[in-house]
């Protein structure tokens, strides 16, 4: 199964998804290239646990 990491974007405070295997992520809000070992990772599982952990966080943020 592929497993998926949501992580914050160190600019906008967002949160968006990208594979667990990747390295870097491009911040789908504002363009910025996310290192996925320097961010912080809100949490790691299955893509429907994962989208869902976006959208909570995303909408908690109000941004
Ligand atoms: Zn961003």
Redesign the pocket.
């Known amino acids: 199964m592929m497993r998926y990491v949501a992580v914050v ?1 160190p ?2 405070g ?1 949160a968006s998804a990208t594979k667990a295997t990747a390295q870097r992520h491009q ?1 789908p ?4 290239i996310i290192r996925i070992n320097d961010a912080t990772v809100i949490t790691v599982g299955d893509s429907k646990k994962v989208r869902e952990a976006v959208v909570r966080y995303n909408t908690q943020k109000k941004v």
Request: glycine share 12%; charged share 20%; proline share 0%.
């Open positions: 974007c600019k906008c967002r911040c809000y504002c363009g910025t």
